[in-house]
């Protein structure tokens, strides 16, 4: 309804500002002592930067929205179960980057997106350091930092800048097919492949027409919730590695400018198996 719409838009000023604050607490923490641990695997990193900057978001959006749900990284590794309901969710990643933010490698973003009815409203992503604020919102277009976006219009592949990711999970069959799925899209040839090491700000390009394409096998909701809704709202698609729909648990993306290079990395990609998001531990 129109006053429900409403109601989001006002949630969604919360969301920007919330961003805005959590990326100022980045900033500051990077310059300071970071402790690191790891979670899955020795490369899945986490600090106390990331465990604070997710309260501090948490507790902000639960204090002005307190019936909403909250799905975030790292509350999920505390043992929070990761399920979308219909109720109003916001998906939350606090630090996307923590391996670039340990090195102090200037590719750090907060990301927050927001669902009722299982279906995103809105999307933010704050790129802490340069102070680069990415929105959307269902319907209404997709800005940085209030200039609208679009997508790439590129249809041809062998001109396209392909962005990747490669997660914490480094076994040699993981690396081997992931290694391979590279080659793959090397030898087609296109332009080029990046990995910058934040699946959020690698969308935020797709959807800012300064790359073509983007694919990932092992991400997880809170890296594509708000970043798949800016890239649809910039005019592009946002699937399955299948060709399906996008399913926000399933731990996998192809994001494109254009359907035909979408279909094309559909068809050349091997698939990597993860989990859901929503598994039960
Ligand atoms: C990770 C980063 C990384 C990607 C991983 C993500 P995090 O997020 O986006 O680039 O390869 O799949 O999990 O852990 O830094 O928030
Ligand atoms: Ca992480
Ligand atoms: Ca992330
Ligand atoms: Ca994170």
Redesign the pocket.
Known sequence: SDTEAESWAECLDVAVRTALRAGQMVRVSVMQEKRVSSKSTPT???TEA?QHVEELIISTLREKFPSHRFIG?ESSAAGEKCVLTDNPTWII?????????VHSFPM?AV?IGFAVKKQLEFGVIYHCFDGTLYTGRRGHGAFCNGVRLHVSKEKDVSKALILT????KRDPLTLDVFLGNMKQLLSTPVHGVR????????LCQVASGAAEAYY?Y???C??IAAAALIITEAGGCVIDTTGGPLDLMSRRVVAAGSQEIADYIVQQLKPISYGRDDDDP
Do not use: K, Y
């Open positions: 899945d990193l986490v990331d990284e990643d606090p630090i996307d980057g923590t391996c670039n933010f750090v990301s990711e490669i997660g914490a990995i910058i090491g934040s699946s959020t700000l690698a990932q092992g991400l997880h809170w890296d």
